[in-house]
């Protein structure tokens, strides 16, 4: 995995303001826009490229549990072939 899309991840993980932004963005994009995702993680110094987040998110097994707040919630929508 990629060392600054999991850094990233864990960093949204546990950084309130961050789950913010990053909810937000999935709010106001209707799902995940890995181009959308990438730019954020890069404004907070995490470099990795939309394809390279989407290969990554899209390989996981498990959830976060703030990924499962975000499922639960509504703001990500799932199918049987991964997140969307």
Do not use: W
Request: hydrophobic share 35%; net charge negative; aromatic share 8%.
């Amino acid at each position: 995995m990629s060392q600054n899309f999991e850094a990233f991840r864990q960093a949204v993980n546990h950084d309130s303001e961050l789950q913010k932004e990053v909810a937000e963005l999935i709010e106001r994009t209707k799902g995940i826009d890995f181009g959308a995702i990438s730019e954020l993680a890069g404004r907070h110094d995490y470099v990795f490229s939309p394809q390279e987040a989407q290969s990554l998110l899209g390989s996981e097994d498990e959830l976060s549990d703030f990924e499962l707040e975000m499922v639960a919630a509504g703001s990500i929508r799932c199918n049987s072939g991964g997140v969307n």
